[in-house]
């Protein structure tokens, strides 16, 4: 293959010059291929840089803490605030405790979380990229991190072309071992939202913990030193697939990062001195490309690498008050307004809108269902099972028994005393095996979160039973606090 180098274009990405190959293969077919090349994004001050760090502090701090909080439960539960317990079958939020069997609150979250992000877009284009997803927060901090050891942007770009000296190593190999201890902190924090925190904590550094933990840790390590480290912007422009989802939400009212055209072209270099007439207020000074960790021009419009994180808005106020030109040149916009300011219309912002509302509302609907069904959810599940094999038996006296298996989930930690009761045709007599019965009712304590089974035998005289199948009601009564549960199941008695 031979490759041929024209002329470098006058484009920079971060600051490093993108060149346009052109590679022939050995066949004579033309392709075009270009290498990733570092971006280098300088480092800016402003109301939305500042915004971020609290916004990375926080994010982190909620996920690095979050496992260590306590909330007492009760003898024999779990104290951990937030436990995903699969060993016992349980997921626990402060308060709120999900079963097995309820996992369709987990579905109401997810559907939650999907009209939130839905909302939040339509409104104000990709706010969640630019501020709170996982990989910015992440490569946030790894950036930090690499500013701190290496220097600014000019000091990383000639760090990155010098030759191998003492000092470079030092440099580089105190970042990267920074940046693993920060993956190490990530994957240990991951870990223990599966087991009990100080518990798995000693087990780990024994060598004690389950094999699964010391698995996912070394994966969260090696997928967050790779993508905060390394893959950055990649993770984005080619492997989310938000961006391309983000351009059915919004419109020409989304509110999103914008240069305003309207207002900056046309564009040129000014020196003091040079009247402003007949020309837009950008400089062509770059401060924003420079700026942008995605590597991308604001003022060549939307783009599907823009990721909204406003730090080109804060380099340009910057270059703005020097020049002495209102800020604002960057901003939060909408197109509409563009095209408004174009045609001497006011402008304005359109929270409310056909889509708004929609998202709104039904976001607002899933939320009281699922506010509805955590406040009402039973204490108390109940499934009859009824023996088949054999359906019935024909006692000596001409009686017949059938037998049914009685599983009780006692979602309370307390143990609770519980009566059983099979409504039926008159005369119809319960027993159990190990437990009191009398006439039609059983009676027994099930423990606190756990599944009690019991068998029971109902009986009916001969005589009583009338048809083939017959149906019954299992009842079970919490007579302190009066929560019953009906079960509605059947009687065989092979009778016409």
Known sequence: MSVTDPAPSSELSGGVVRHEVEAVNAAGTRTLYKAREPIYPKRVKGTFRNLKWIIMALTLGVYYITPWIRWPRGL???????????????????????WPDQLYFLTGVLIIAALSLFLATALFGRIWCGYSCPQTVWTDLYVWVERRIEGDRNARMKLAKAKWTADKIRKRVTKHAIWILIGMATGGAWILYFHDAPSLARDFFRGDAPFTSY????????????????????????????????????????????????????????????????????????????????????????QLECINCALCIDACDDIMKKVGR??????????????????????????????????????AFVCVLMIYGLSTQATMVVNVLRDRAPP?????????????????VNREN???????????????????VGEKAEGATVTLDAPGDTVRSVRIFATMPPGAAHGASIPVIVRVLDPDTGEEVLNPTVFMAGRE
């Open 414 to 432: 307390y143990t609770r005393d519980l009566k059983i009761t099979v409504e039926g045709p008159d005369g119809m007599v319960v027993g159990a």
């Open 76 to 98: 024999g539960e779990p104290d951990q605030a937030v436990l995903v317990d699969f060993a016992g079958r349980r997921f626990y939020f402060f308060f709120i405790e999900i």
């Open 215 to 302: 698995f996912f840790f070394a994966l969260l390590t090696l997928t967050t030193y790779i993508f905060a480290g390394s893959m950055r912007e990649q993770v984005c422009t080619y492997m989310c697939p938000w961006p391309r989802i983000q351009a059915a939400l919004t419109d020409e009212e989304t509110l999103e990062v914008t240069y305003k055209v309207d207002r900056g072209e046309p564009r040129g270099a000014h020196k003091k001195g040079d009247t402003w007439d007949g020309r837009g207020d950008c400089v062509s000074c770059r401060a924003c490309v420079i700026s942008c960790p995605m590597g991308i021009d604001i003022r060549d419009g939307a």
């Open 392 to 408: 019935f038996i024909l006692m000596s006296d001409g009686s017949i028994r059938n037998a049914y298996t009685v599983k009780i």
């Open 326 to 363: 209102p800020t604002g040149l960057i901003a939060y916009d909408t197109d509409a307004n563009i095209a408004r300011r174009q045609a001497g219309e006011k402008t304005t912002v359109k929270l409310l809108r056909p889509r708004t509302i929609l998202y709104g509302a039904v976001l």
